[in-house]
C-alpha cells in the first residue's frame, strides 16, 4: 500500500511508477483524509509507502494530520519506507517524518529522495523549456528505479542528516508551518467559474459563490494545486505570481 499526497502531481507520478513496478496498490491521503478512510487492515509481509513532497524543507501539515488520525491495523514491524520529492533541498524532511511516525508506534525502514521540477511559484518561475522539465523527469525516473529495487530487497536506507539540513529545516520550515495564509489569494478578470479550483482542492476549502471561487478558512495546505491547475492562468497568490507561469507533471492526469 502506498499512500500518497500530491499537488501538482510530482508525487504521484513518484507514486504510480513504484506501485506499477511493484505491483502495489496507491491511495490519496487527501481522499482518505476527506473521506474519513483512516484505518487500514495490514497484510502478512504487506509494506506501507508514503510518498509526499516537502514544502519549505519539512512535512506537508496534510500529511501530519492524516498520520494523526491513521490507523494501521496488524501492524508489526511491517516494512515502511517513505519517498519525498521536491525541486533540490530537502533539508531534514525525511528525518523529521521518521519522528513523526515513531510518535505512533511506527518505524520507518527507509527513505528516500527524489529531484523532481520545481513548483513552488512563489519563489521561482516555473521552468518553460519543456526539454529542461524532460531532462530532469528522465534523471528522476533513474531514481526511481533504483528506490524500486531497494524496496523490493526491503533495504534499510535512510538519508544522513546533519547540522546544515537540520538547520535548513529550523529556519525555513516555521514560515510554513505557521502561516500558509489564504489572505493573498485572488482571481482575475479572466476567471471563467469551472471550478475546477475548489474540485481540485485537497483541503477542500474553496466553494464557488456566484460563480467564483472563494476561500473559506483562512489557512490551507499551500500546495497550490488550485492555482497551477486553472486552465486559465486566472487565480493569483499576491502579485509574486502573476509573471511566473504555471508547472503541471506532464505525465500524470488526476
Known sequence: MILYFSGTGNSLYVAQKIADSLNDKILSISNCLNG????????????IGFVF??????????????????????????????????????????????RKLAMYGIKLNAAFEVVMP?????????????DRIREILEKADFEIENIIGDISESKQIYPKSGIQKRLITF????FYKYDRSTNPFYITDTCI???????????????????KPVWIKNKCTQCFKCLHY?????IQYSKKTEMRGRYVNPNVHQ
Request: proline letters at 5%; glycine letters at 8%.
Open 36 to 47: 474519513n478512510q483512516l484505518s487500514f487492515v495490514l497484510t502478512e509481509n504487506e509494506r
Open 53 to 98: 513532497p516537502t514544502y519549505f524543507r519539512g512535512i506537508p501539515t496534510i500529511v501530519l494530520d492524516f498520520l494523526k488520525k491513521l490507523d494501521l491495523q496488524n501492524y508489526n514491524n511491517h516494512y515502511v519506507y517513505s519517498v519525498c520529492s521536491g525541486g533540490g533541498i530537502f533539508g531534514n524532511t525525511l528525518h523529521s517524518f521518521g
Open 171 to 174: 529556519v525555513s520550515y516555521p
Open 118 to 130: 520545481s513548483n513552488f511559484v512563489l519563489f521561482a518561475e516555473m521552468l518553460k523549456s519543456s
Open 230 to 234: 486553472c486552465p486559465m492562468e486566472a
Open 193 to 211: 467559474g469551472c471550478g475546477l479550483c475548489a474540485k481540485n482542492c485537497p483541503c477542500r476549502i474553496i466553494a464557488m459563490q456566484d460563480k
